[in-house]
């Protein structure tokens, strides 16, 4: 288990809440789905999973929105 610090994070379209951290050893970063959004209907969405490859580009851009407007 190792120690992670709390980046971002936002609401895909579909309702899922993702949140990006950044492990503190490695400073590898991830992206994990932390609630799963009511009308969700993808299967790869679940809750405390890391988000795909192809998400995680869709995910950045929104986090980094989140970011300069707080």
Request: proline fraction near 1%.
């Amino acid at each position: 288990m190792s120690v992670v610090r709390l980046i971002g994070f936002a609401t895909l379209p579909c309702g899922c809440v993702v949140g990006r951290y950044r492990d503190v050893a490695s400073t590898r970063e991830v992206v994990y789905v932390e609630e799963k959004g009511l009308s969700c209907e993808s299967a790869a969405h679940r809750r405390n999973h890391t988000v795909t490859a192809e998400r995680e580009r869709f995910a950045n851009t929104l986090v980094a929105a989140a970011l300069r407007a707080s």
